[in-house]
C-alpha cells in the first residue's frame, strides 16, 4: 500500500506547512526550490505540488521532465492552476500530472486534499481480488491479467481496484473523485474521465475483457454478468 510522507509545495509560507504539520504528524512538509526537484529521485511516498507559473520555467514543464527523467515516475504530481481554465486542466493531465487543484494554496483547501487522499489510501479487508482471469492486490498495487502483470499508473490502479472490489453498479464522477483521493470539487469530474479513458485504452491494449462501460448521464460501471 502507498504510504504518505512526503508533502513538497513549490510556492507558499509557514501557514502551510502548519496547517499540514499540525494534523499529518508523520508527514515532511517543505517549501521547495523548483529547480532542486530535478536533481532528486522521488518514490510514491512522496507528493508535489507544481505550480503552473515558476520563476525559471513553466510548471508544466517541470512535471514533463520529471516524469520523462525517471526521477519522478512514480511520485504523486498536483498542479496548482491559476484560474478554473479547461485547457489548462487538460494540458496538466496530459503532462503528467495525477491531478489539478485551483490556486493560490491555502490551508483549509490543502488540508481538505490530504483528507480525501488519506481516506482513498486505507486498505481494504482482502487486498487481494480476483475477477476471471485477474487478479488485483491492493498491497503491491499490482494487476495481473492471465499471470502478467499490467502497466497500470496508479490513479488507474485505484479506478480498476474500485470497481473490481464494487462491480455491477453505476458509480457518478463525483463518486470516484473520492477514488482518486481529491477533493469533491466539481471542476475534477474531468479528471475522471481522462483517467477512466487511460485505464479503458490501456485494459483493450492488453486485451483484457473487464473494461468499465460509461452509463450515459450517470458515470461508470463494471458489468460481470
Not at 485551483?102 to 483549509?108: E, H, M, S, V, Y
Not at 487522499?117 to 491479467?145: H, I, K, Q
Not at 466539481?186 to 473494461?211: C, F, G, I, K, Q
Amino acid at each position: 500500500m502507498l504510504k504518505l510522507n512526503r508533502l513538497l509545495l513549490t510556492s507558499g509560507g509557514l501557514d502551510l506547512i502548519n496547517s499540514i504539520s499540525d494534523l499529518f504528524y508523520s508527514i515532511q512538509v517543505q517549501i521547495v526550490d523548483p529547480d532542486s526537484l530535478l536533481s532528486q529521485a522521488f518514490d510514491d511516498s512522496t507528493w508535489i505540488f507544481i505550480d503552473w507559473l515558476l520563476p525559471a520555467m513553466a510548471g508544466i514543464q517541470l512535471v514533463r521532465l520529471l516524469r520523462a527523467s525517471g526521477l519522478g515516475e512514480k511520485v504523486r504530481i498536483s498542479m496548482v492552476l491559476p484560474d478554473q481554465d479547461q485547457e489548462m486542466q487538460m494540458r496538466a493531465l496530459a503532462a503528467g500530472a495525477d491531478d489539478y487543484i485551483i490556486g493560490p494554496l491555502n490551508p483549509d483547501q490543502l488540508i481538505d486534499r490530504m483528507k480525501a487522499y488519506r481516506v482513498a489510501l486505507t486498505p481494504p479487508d482482502d487486498p487481494v481480488m480476483t475477477l476471471g482471469e485477474m487478479t488485483v492486490d491492493t498491497n503491491a498495487y499490482l494487476v495481473r491479467f492471465r499471470g502478467k502483470p499490467l502497466p497500470l499508473k496508479v490513479n488507474e490502479f485505484r479506478l480498476l481496484a474500485h470497481f473490481v472490489r464494487h462491480p455491477d453498479k453505476v458509480y457518478t464522477r463525483g463518486n470516484l473523485i473520492g477514488v482518486l483521493g481529491k477533493s469533491k470539487d466539481v471542476n475534477d469530474e474531468r479528471t475522471v474521465d481522462v483517467w477512466m479513458s487511460r485505464l479503458r485504452a490501456t485494459l483493450r491494449h492488453h486485451e483484457v475483457p473487464y473494461v468499465p462501460r460509461t452509463v450515459r448521464a450517470c458515470g461508470y460501471i463494471l458489468d460481470t454478468a
